[in-house]
């Protein structure tokens, strides 16, 4: 059995274990607190960098494409992210989840930081190491890998993956027998923003009486236990759960005679309720984890956060190119700009993400600090969104309110769009799938 959990930080103490109810779990992490602030210094950077990009770019006569979609990256957000990380959760080194948002800067910006590096496939191992960072900062993290890229890891020294079932054992012996493994669990997911258990992750039950024995009997070298919560993950009490569940794996894994000394966490976090989900973090492997046995098993903790890097970091600004005037359902017109969901807004589909339209400019005048400093604002006009492909899916927002009566030639923006929207871009109808980025650093 698992040790059970007191949490002294709280008023009443209570153990967690396997009968613990949710109504205590859920106490405990409701006790914990929520922040969010307006970085000023950011805004008035990315204000200056949209507005300087827009100023110059007539629709009447620029060259085709000058007024495609851009970013305004804020690196400084991406350094204010990283050290959020480090006050809070400094034990545990972050792997950044690459499949997020591959930006280059950004990855460099991270390995000049410290961090670690969490790679899906062989293209982003072989991004990570093109940039000359070590392959010992990487782990391969999908339970499911292709063979030839189990061998291409093996050839360049990328020596920790996870697994989730006996299938992988036999491909990680075959092709890469020397791998770190952690075993990959599942959690209980089901109120975050993407579900990640439902494809990938063993029981604990699987893991101590299958993956385990087997590792063993194929001679492998699991190292220890990786978990994710979900992408957007809502409910901290998943963090306990898995983190409890971690160590059952870690104590069968050590009575095997296995070096367990690696633990992953995974991601699942957000800038906005990370004092909370770090709390949770501590408090779970203080529980399961307690120092002495950190020590005693030379333990070392990583995770594999992205969107709680990236999100903040990037803003999206985009171009009217055309407005139908409609009069239904309270809204005044559709207007269509020039990205949307097979572009940077791909998120809306496949990160269940509602981006929040703002005017950038109207009528040759500039509104990004107004409506961003001023939120409340009552907006006047309704309109609903559309990309720009010829397809009806293609919706960006049913209903909008914006504040001004926006026309064709004026632009919008679209704040905290880092996460999951560039990386999953495509060409479709022929329209560019990259977007240009400026760069700006509020941390300077
Ligand atoms: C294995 C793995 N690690 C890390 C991440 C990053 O998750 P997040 O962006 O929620 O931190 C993902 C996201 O899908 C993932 O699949």
């Keep these: 059995m698992p040790p059970s959990i007191d949490i002294v930080q709280h008023e009443s103490q209570f153990d967690l274990n396997e009968q613990t109810s949710q109504q205590e779990i859920n106490h405990v992490v409701k006790s914990l607190t929520r922040t969010h602030s307006i970085n000023h210094a950011s805004t008035a950077l990315i204000g200056k960098a949209m507005t300087s990009h827009i100023a110059h770019i007539n629709h009447d006569d620029c060259d085709a494409g000058d007024e495609d979609s851009f970013f305004v990256c804020d690196l400084g957000e991406v350094i204010n992210s990283y050290n959020l990380w480090k006050e809070l959760l400094p034990q545990i080194t972050p792997h950044y989840a690459v499949k997020c948002n591959t930006n280059v800067e950004v990855i460099r910006l991270l390995a000049k930081l410290g961090t670690g590096f969490d790679c899906a496939s062989k293209s982003e191992i072989d991004t990570i190491l093109g940039l000359g960072i070590s392959p010992s900062r990487i782990i391969y993290a999908n339970p499911c890998k292709t063979n030839s890229f189990i061998r291409h890891a093996n050839e360049k020294h990328v020596n920790f993956t996870t697994v989730d079932n006996c299938q992988e054992l036999y491909k990680i012996q075959k092709h890469h027998e020397k791998c770190g493994i952690l075993i990959r669990i ?9 579900r990640l258990s439902t494809k990938f992750g063993c029981t604990v039950s699987e893991a101590v009486n299958s993956l385990l024995p087997l590792a063993k009997e194929l001679g492998l070298r699991v190292k220890g236990v990786a978990f994710h919560v979900g992408s957007g993950a809502k409910d901290f009490t998943s963090i306990f759960k898995a983190v409890r569940d971690s160590r059952v794996i870690f104590d069968k894994g050590i009575e095997l005679g296995f070096e367990m000394d690696l633990l992953d966490i995974g991601g699942g976090f957000e800038r906005e309720t990370f004092r909370e989900s770090s709390k949770v973090v501590n408090e779970s492997l203080r529980q399961f984890f307690p120092a002495e046995f950190q020590s005693t098993h030379n333990l070392r903790i990583i995770a594999e956060p992205g969107r709680f890097m990236v999100s903040n970091a990037f803003t999206l600004g985009c171009h009217i190119i055309a407005r139908r005037d409609v009069k239904q359902d309270g809204i005044e017109a559709m207007i269509y700009i020039n990205d949307g969901v097979y572009g940077n807004m791909n998120c809306i589909l496949f990160d269940h993400q ?26 006047k006009h309704q309109f609903s969104i559309w990309g720009p492909t010829c397809d009806g899916l293609d919706c960006v927002s049913n209903s909008t309110e914006l504040s001004k009566n926006v026309q064709v030639g004026d632009w919008l923006f679209f704040p905290n769009l880092g996460a999951y929207t560039s990386a999953a871009s495509t060409g479709f109808n022929g329209l560019g799938s990259s977007a240009k980025t400026i760069y700006v650093n509020s941390a300077q």
């Design 354 to 379: 509602h981006p929040k339209a703002y005017v950038l400019s109207h009528a040759n005048k500039f509104y990004y600090h107004e409506e961003i400093e001023n939120e409340t604002v009552e907006g």
């Design 186 to 194: 599942a959690t209980d997911d089901e109120d975050a923003q993407c």
